[in-house]
């Protein structure tokens, strides 16, 4: 199981990279747009509305990125005595 860990812990921060970059291309694709507020608009989303999107994506991001962080860190220490 040792041989694994180094690309274990490789894989868990490639993970947590991995989701801070699709967190930003998800808030690019749903940018708000010229129009999108505009009277008599009838799509987009308003800057208000992303701003509170931008806001609740990034709590579940930022803990799925953290732990992943957390559990590299632990596989790259190498095995510990389970008492």
Do not use: C, N
């Not at 999108?36 to 579940?60: C, E, Q, Y």
């Amino acid at each position: 199981m040792e041989k694994f860990e180094k690309m274990a812990a490789q894989g868990a921060m490639a993970m947590a990279g991995g989701l801070v970059v699709l967190y930003a291309v998800l808030l690019f694709i749903w940018r708000p747009t010229v129009t999108s507020g505009a009277p008599g608009a009838t799509g987009g989303i308003t800057p208000l509305l992303w701003a509170v999107l931008a806001i609740a994506m990034a709590v579940p991001v930022a803990v799925l990125a953290g732990v992943h962080v957390v559990f590299a860190r632990d596989l790259q220490g190498g095995a510990k005595p389970m008492h």
